[in-house]
C-alpha cells in the first residue's frame, strides 16, 4: 500500500473538527433518547471508529450491537446496494428503539436496503445517524436523522473510513487524489 501522502489530496476535517462534531452529536442523541432504552447499531466496519466515539459522548447508557453487510455487484468506488447480511443483530429489535450508525451515505443504496430489512423485525423506532453524508449523490431517498458533515462528491478516507481497506487508522478525513492513487495488487 503507498504511502497515504502520495495520493491525499486535501484534509476535509482535521482531528479536532471531528472530535467536536461527535461530541455535540453524542450530545444530541443524548438528549433526544433521555428515559428511553436506545439500542446501538454499528455497522461494520467503515462506522467502528466513528460509534466507539459517539458513544464515549453519550450520557445516556445505550445497549451496542453490530452488523456487518458485503456488497456485491459493486463498481470501484460506488455501491450497487446490492447487500447481503454477513453478520447479523444478536439483539431481537422488536418493540426496541434503534439507533443505525453508519459512516457515510451515497446513493442511499445501502441504507436503504438495511432499513427496509430492519423494519420488518418491527423496531418501536428506527433512527439513522451518518458521519458524513454526499448529498449530490442521492439516487434512493433515504431519511436520515443525524448528520455528521456534508461532503463533496469525493472518494474520502480516514476515521474509520477505508481505501481497499486501509486508512481507517488516520484521526481525520481526507479526499483522495485518484491520479495519484495506485490500488495495492
Ligand atoms: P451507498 O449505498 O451508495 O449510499 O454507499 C454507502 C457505502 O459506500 C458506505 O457504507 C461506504 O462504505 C461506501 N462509501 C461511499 N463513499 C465512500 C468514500 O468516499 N470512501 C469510502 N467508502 C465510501
Ligand atoms: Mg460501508
Redesign the pocket.
Known sequence: MQDYHDFLDEILFTQEQIEARVAELGKQISRDYAGKDLLVVC?L???LVFTSDLLRHMTIDPELDCMS?ASYGVGRYS?SGNVRVHLDLRTNIEGRDVLLV???VDSGR?LAHVLNMLRTRDPASLRVCVLLDKKMRREVPVQVDYVGFDVPDKYVFGYGIDIDEHCRHLPFIATVDLERYQKPS
Open positions: 455497522l466496519r467503515g462506522a453487510l455501491s453508519e459512516d457515510i445501502t
